[in-house]
């Protein structure tokens, strides 16, 4: 529902009473910091085939402000708990099958994007032991074509007990 900037202005004042700590941008709805990259590619993502959490969809609307009154208990909603590092790291599934995976922003010119090419080379896709093999989900080449500001994306299929691993050595770099 949307709602007065007066109504916004009044609850967020009666919700920071509580929790000096909620952001007045998340509060409102808006997304912060690398959540606009992640909305703005989040309809590539969804072309070929892999679904982001609702928040990074470009029509989201926050939760808290659906009802017919505002919720300012924000925190009992998913989409208002931000990571605070490891904001090039997103989980996504895998629509045609559920599979969770993990997407990775690095920059084209980044050695890690050499090594996931190399890994990927015809030479080393059929070496079983190669566990860097088969994780892209589409060719570099083509990603390059279509990901503005020099940034590539490299999709790591986990299972559900490595995703939090995943997360923390992304974190640690």
Not at 47 to 64: C, S
Not at 83 to 106: T, W, Y
Not at 124 to 149: E, F, H, I, M, Y
């Amino acid at each position: 529902m949307p709602f007065l900037p007066e109504e916004l202005d009044k609850a967020y004042q009666e919700v920071v009473l509580g929790n000096p700590y909620i952001d007045r941008e998340l509060f409102m709805g808006e997304h912060l910091g690398s959540a606009h990259f992640w909305v703005g590619i989040q309809p590539f993502l969804l072309h070929r085939g892999y679904r982001l959490r609702p928040r990074y969809d470009p029509q989201w609307v926050a939760p808290w402000l659906r009802g017919p009154e505002i919720n300012q208990n924000i925190l009992a909603f998913e989409e208002s708990l931000i990571l605070g590092h490891g904001e090039g790291l997103l989980d996504a599934v895998r629509v045609s099958d559920g599979f969770k995976v993990v997407f990775k922003r690095v920059s084209t010119r980044s050695p890690e994007l050499l090594i996931a090419r190399y890994l990927s080379s015809p030479n080393l896709r059929s070496d079983p032991g190669n566990q860097g093999t088969r994780k892209l989900p589409w060719q570099c080449r083509g990603c390059r074509a279509s990901v503005p500001r020099n940034n590539m994306y490299l999709a790591r299929q986990m299972k559900d007990d490595t995703v939090v691993r995943g997360y923390r050595q992304g974190l640690s770099n």
